[in-house]
């Protein structure tokens, strides 16, 4: 079916990209505008890919002639919630002479990365650059020379409100299916109304319903085959949609929640291997070797496993992929590959394969045949005006490759195309079968319209299937029937910044409040990690002390936990070799507690966080947090210490939760408190507790 998906909620000056699905590159596709409003003077061009721009607020609907029939595509556009504002770098930040440089690009989320694109002017004491963004604090990046040395960083705050959110549940209730929208305002906004969309893949009508407030009501027997709702919630600014989908079990409708994340997902512990570096110093890495180290991962407690690229490709990291459907020759064949998968499902490991679809490596032959102006790959790349070149390449063909950052070496897909979008879906159809997950990488470089018939495609064969977003930083659009998984940048840079003792431990509770703020869904599941294969080394820049402290954060805060390859072997060099002789078996074993502790206690996997304010000694308090995980059946004390030295820390004496209650904690902390973490007793003996690291306590 060619229907181009769900309703698309958006905002003025934020074009939505709108497209056939599951495409015949060699059938026709024409869209036409049918409904707009009043003052909108927008059209559509004659592509069968378009990028709808609203230009008032208000409903647009579009129909798309395919070859099996016309579609009809809703298309809600709120008002802009982008106010004008202009980052700045001081001359003086900045080791070079403002009279030698002649030209600063400008690059962050706000353009996605793209160099060329926004351009900085000199004042005389700054250089500065323009943009519209919505409320939220905003980073960028100046690339002096359009080069990264030198290079700033900036950012910049537009007050306002943060998004709202909504969750929709159904039920039966007599002949009727009640649909419930239970929206919240943002942390710091109004609260918000919700507008209810059906789906235009349905046969279900707008004569089938009625609203009335929070609650949309329709005749059960007016489900015969899938049938979805949709609602979005809009107080000051407008959230993320959410779903419920009806169908017929037997007799009675059955209700699910496409959007959600698999139930297995939450009680996950996920195991990062950078393929080529595992098996250590002296062996070529291959996947018999890794299969001969699965023991390892059983030994660990992890059950699950990101492994870099496996596809060929000319460089280690596995990025820059030459052949998208086959495994690479230095690390074994199809058949080896499918042979680790089978010993991990043995072990009991669900096994994530990186998913790289926003580019190729330039030595692909498709981009080679592009590049030398073979008709049927023109149109397989992005392309931009010679004027925002910022390579030293003499290109072939006219103006240059579209690419993120600097990475010349690597262009981007262009899913204008048809036959881009027909060559990705074969992508996933090849190795979706043979894996439990995709990491999809530069998550943000690829349309949201992609991938929303990606997870449409895969739900409906493997339900259980992991869809985990590299946005960075964090993007929530791409929770919108897209990712089960999102990457958590705010607590990733805020453990780095209390590692490095710029912030109080007490800053991990504001990046954990940051996703309510973005306007996360209350149930969307964040990765926490202190590293991966593209940042440098917790270890290397914060030291073993705080690295201890952090890793605990990320296994003891809801969500799922990344352990990065050697993390827990003292590994420093980013993409370094695998420390298999020469390893830190203490942090091995500190690391294999944890997964152990979190795997056994469900108040550490969910539930909710309530930061604690105790009383601390021997070390500077900036160095501690304290936080009870609370669930309906336990009730666990988590205190974790950053510094070099030991903590003594006290809960009596007036310690209060961050909101001023009385966390009533029990007050027998005198001389028997064993750490759940270590099995150790770590009471003071004179109301406190003692902690080197972490400790966890069970307080009920």
């Not at 981009?367 to 005006?385: C, F, K, M, S, T």
């Not at 690829?446 to 993007?475: N, Y």
């Not at 759940?676 to 109301?687: M, R």
């Amino acid at each position: 079916m060619h229907h181009p998906g769900p309703p698309r909620f958006t905002h003025v000056g934020d074009a939505v990209e709108l497209a056939p699905r599951d495409p015949d590159p060699a059938e026709t596709y024409r869209w036409r505008v049918v409904e707009r409003p009043a003052d909108s003077d927008l059209t559509v061009g004659d592509a069968p890919v378009v990028h709808l721009a609203p230009d008032v607020p208000g409903v647009y609907r579009l129909e798309l002639d395919a070859p099996d029939g016309t579609h009809r595509q809703t298309v809600r556009a709120f008002p802009d919630p982008r106010r004008p504002v202009q980052f700045r770098v001081d001359a003086a930040a900045v080791d070079a002479a403002p009279d030698a440089v002649e030209r600063v690009s400008v690059i962050g989320p706000f353009n996605d990365f793209e160099m060329g694109l926004t351009r900085a002017t000199f004042d005389g004491d700054a250089w500065t650059a323009a943009a519209r963004l919505p409320p939220g604090t905003h980073e960028a990046i100046f690339a002096f020379d359009d080069a990264f040395d030198p290079y700033a960083r900036t950012e910049v705050t537009v007050e306002g409100p943060g998004r709202p959110r909504v969750r929709l549940d159904a039920d039966r209730r007599g002949d009727e299916v009640v649909v419930t929208a239970d929206a919240r305002p943002a942390p710091d906004g109004a609260d918000p109304s919700v507008e209810f969309y059906l789906d235009g893949r349905d046969e279900l009508t707008d004569d089938d319903v009625t609203v009335s407030g929070d609650e949309l009501r329709l005749p059960a027997d007016a489900v015969a085959g899938r049938t979805r709702v949709h609602a979005v919630p809009v107080a000051d600014r407008h959230g993320l949609s959410d779903t419920v989908e009806l169908g017929r079990e037997g007799g009675d409708v059955a209700v699910s929640r496409p959007a959600d994340a698999p139930a297995w997902v939450e009680d996950a512990t996920i195991y990062q291997i950078f393929v080529r570096e595992f098996a250590g110093e002296t062996v070529d890495a291959t996947f018999a070797e890794l299969e001969r180290r699965v023991p390892y991962l059983e030994h660990l407690g992890v059950d699950t496993i990101w492994l870099t690229p496996v596809c060929e490709s000319p460089t280690r990291h596995g990025y820059h992929i030459t052949d998208l459907f086959d495994t690479a020759d230095d690390l074994g064949t199809r058949a080896e590959f499918e042979s680790l998968v089978d010993r991990l499902h043995e072990a009991g490991v669900r096994v994530v394969f990186d998913l790289v679809i926003n580019h190729t490596s330039r030595d692909h032959p498709a981009y080679q045949l592009h590049e030398a102006g073979v008709p049927e790959y023109e149109d397989l790349y992005e392309r931009i005006p010679a004027e925002r070149d910022t390579s030293d390449v003499d290109w072939s063909a006219d103006g240059a490759p579209g690419v993120l950052f600097n990475w010349w070496s690597i262009p981007n897909l262009n899913y204008d195309s048809l036959r881009v979008r027909e060559w990705m879906l074969d992508v996933v159809d090849e190795w979706a079968p043979v894996v439990d997950g995709f990491r999809c990488d530069v998550a943000w470089g690829v349309p949201h319209g992609f991938w929303k018939e990606v997870r449409d495609r895969l739900k409906r064969e493997q339900a259980d299937f992991l869809l985990l977003d590299e946005t960075v930083p964090r993007r929530p659009a791409f929770a919108e029937n897209e990712f089960d998984l999102h990457y958590d940048t705010d607590l990733y840079y805020a453990l780095r910044d209390v590692g490095t003792g710029e912030a109080p431990a007490e800053a991990v509770f504001d990046a954990l409040a940051a996703s309510a703020h973005r306007g996360y869904p209350d149930d969307a599941v964040h990765m926490r990690y202190v590293e991966n294969h593209d940042e440098d080394r917790y270890l290397a820049e914060c030291g073993p002390d705080a690295l201890r402290a952090a890793v605990a954060v990320t296994f003891t805060f809801p969500g799922v936990p990344l352990v990065y390859y050697g993390q827990e072997r003292g590994v420093t060099e980013q993409r370094g070799r695998m420390k298999w002789h020469d390893g830190d078996a203490d942090l091995t074993d500190f690391h294999r507690r944890l997964v152990s502790l979190r795997a056994a206690e469900p108040a550490l996997r969910a539930g909710s966080v309530d930061p604690l304010s105790p009383t601390v000694s021997g070390t500077d308090a900036a160095n501690v947090a304290a936080y009870e995980r609370t669930t309906d059946e336990d009730r666990l004390l988590v205190v974790v210490n950053f510094g070099a030295e030991a903590a003594t820390v006290r809960f009596d004496g007036g310690a209060t939760t961050a909101d001023g209650a009385d966390p009533t904690l029990p007050g027998e902390m005198q001389t028997d408190r064993k750490d759940l973490l270590s099995g150790e007793n770590v009471a003071t003996g004179d109301g406190g507790v003692r902690v080197e690291d972490c400790v966890v306590l069970r307080l009920s």
